[in-house]
DNA sequence: TCGATATTGGACTGACCAGTCCGAAATCAG
DNA sequence: CTGATTTCGGACTGGTCAGTCCAATATCGA
């Protein structure tokens, strides 16, 4: 009986999320959203309730992209050292990219709303959590198989692997070289298996 | 023969800079300036010219509070690990006062503008390329100390802290709590001058 | 005291913002 | 073909935005 609708809620959703994911929440306003899905506004505000809301599912729809692309190294199973090291090959090889200049839509509304919309902090912190007990699961077994030899915990490694992926984005962002940011990555890495320093003297 | 002037305009200054390190550029409005600094419109757009360029001069006036702040350790003449060491020492204890939850007001702008407004980018950019030799230079020092073993070069290492750095300030600003500060920058400074890790055996 | 000069308060502008609303158009069961 | 039902286009609202402008005010050398 009804008209049908004339557009693909999650192809919408998706080109929302570039658009938020490249300039941040504030500064894409409604009329960018409506030119970047090609929505009229009465359809938007039918379909997501409003600019925060489309955001939120944005948020979501996000985390399930880098669980389906980047961080996918993290969820197989046994996942250790070569996964971690992955991941981080798959951020470089996405920051060589045009697209990868906008770094991390996430860390994007950390900074920009940082505390202030309860929502939002709790989308990105869903995100946050996710990748990092990722992290923490494959240096568990890496620790077990001696490939990390850090004595830290898991979880303690885990903090500063994700710390090093956000200040990566806002690297990436701020229009860094890629030089800068493997150099970034290599210290990281060596710094969960390092080399042993002195082997023999002293 | 003039009307005095009835403010201090370093002490505008600073009031607007931390008007901006709470809110970032877009969300804090002309209005919000105005009551934070006391002045009226005219006033401001003929002491500073406009929103942006009050932005540039509250970065220029941040990057020198960073440096007789948090950063100063690095400028003392053979500045080594400890001075890198007490940084982050600092850098924590201020993270764990109520005003440490705004991270870098730097860090926030890259964040919001990265990329997209030359004018601030030159201004971040300054303030990061300061930083960065900074560490560099302590860095070098310490190597040839023998207080830092990690054989990277100090420009490298350098990249490294300035990313913990920026990392470290945006989970402040995410709310993270000082134990999750404190572990990463554990993991950071130890990956400089890492524990020998196997001694004698293998 | 007085006038040249600069500061200040606040009204004003035009643009843009998110969000509402309703008539017109499209669909499909009957 | 018809009418109930839903989507869609776009006008509209009230609010806020950055920035302009000018009259009123304060200052201080002369």
Redesign the interface.
């Known amino acids: 009986m009804p008209r049908t609708r004339e557009f693909d809620r999650t192809a919408v959703l998706d080109k929302a999320m570039h658009a938020f994911w490249e300039g941040?929440y504030?500064?894409t306003s409604l009329d960018h959203l409506l030119a970047a899905t090609g929505l009229s506004k009465s359809s938007l505000y039918d379909t997501f309730g409003g600019k925060q809301a489309l955001l939120l599912e944005c948020l979501d729809a996000y985390g399930r992209q880098l669980f389906a692309g980047p961080i996918e190294p993290l969820l197989r199973v046994d996942a250790a050292f070569d996964d971690i090291r992955e991941v981080f090959t798959r951020i470089l090889a996405h920051a060589a990219t045009p697209a990868g200049?906008r770094?991390c839509l996430a860390?994007?509304c950390?900074?920009?709303l940082?505390?202030r919309d309860a929502a939002v902090?709790a989308a990105?912190?869903a995100i946050?959590e996710r990748i990092e007990s990722g992290f923490a699961a494959a240096v568990a077994t890496a620790q077990a198989r001696g490939e990390i030899?850090?004595p830290?915990s898991p979880a303690?490694?885990a903090?500063?692997l994700?710390?090093?992926?956000?200040?990566?984005n806002?690297?990436a962002?701020?229009?860094a070289s890629h030089e800068?940011l493997h150099?970034?990555v290599?210290?990281?890495l060596?710094?969960l298996a390092?080399a042993?320093?002195?082997a023999h003297t002293e």
């Open positions: 941040g504030r500064a200049r770094g860390n994007t950390i900074g920009e940082g505390g902090s990105t912190g946050v030899t850090n830290e303690v490694l903090r500063f994700f710390n090093t992926l956000s200040g990566l806002l690297a962002r701020a229009g800068r150099d970034i290599r210290v990281t060596d710094a390092p042993p320093a002195v």
